[in-house]
């Protein structure tokens, strides 16, 4: 069922917020297992299921990636010649900077809980309301790239910038 259609949109997901392109046979597998069947319509609700589920997993991409970025930073040599005062100013910056990636993710949480934003969503997909299995695999990979992108949740590409600047 579902747990399909989430492993399909896991192994999606990274390339979906690289260029937004899915191969088909994904995009079918990720419909049939949020609505249900191949012959069904999504309705709003399994729409909604699936941009919370976009939403958790972005977010544990994103955790991933910090715990990776900041052992890797702790073990350069900049990073450990660096006096005791330097170091709790880096690591204050570091974590507000944690504290602002993971805010996107309760924003966009938050977004996606709201049924009214989920039905505009949903009529981006399909502007009649119906969203098929062939408008989902037609409409869906633009419609959620830019979603990603305007609820800053595309995490990999620009977080280890941030460290560096940091």
């Known amino acids: ?18 260029d937004g392109k899915v191969s088909p046979e994904s995009l079918g ?5 949020y609505a249900g069947g191949d012959n069904n319509l999504m309705t709003p609700h399994q729409l909604q299921k699936l941009m919370r589920n976009i ?18 930073f702790r073990a350069t040599p900049g990073y450990k010649q660096m006096g005791f005062l330097e170091r709790g100013l880096l690591n204050t910056s570091i974590s507000a900077m944690k504290t602002t990636i993971f805010l996107a993710f ?9 049924l009214t934003n989920i039905r505009a969503i949903h009529s981006k997909i399909s502007p009649d309301g119906r969203i098929t299995k062939e408008v989902f695999i ?3 990979p633009g419609v959620i790239a830019y ?3 305007k609820h800053n949740l595309v995490v990999a590409a620009d ?7 940091a």
């Open 106 to 114: 309760s924003t966009a949480s938050d977004f996606y809980t709201n």
């Open 138 to 140: 037609k409409s869906a």
């Open 29 to 33: 597998t990720i419909f049939t297992g």
């Open 159 to 165: 977080l280890f910038e941030k460290f560096n600047k």
């Open 55 to 72: 939403v958790s997993i972005q977010k544990g991409v994103g955790e991933k990636i910090y715990k990776e970025g900041l052992a890797i």
């Open 1 to 18: 069922g579902a747990s399909k259609g989430k492993l399909a949109l896991e192994k999606a997901l990274p390339e979906l917020a690289r």
């Open 147 to 149: 979603e990603l992108g």
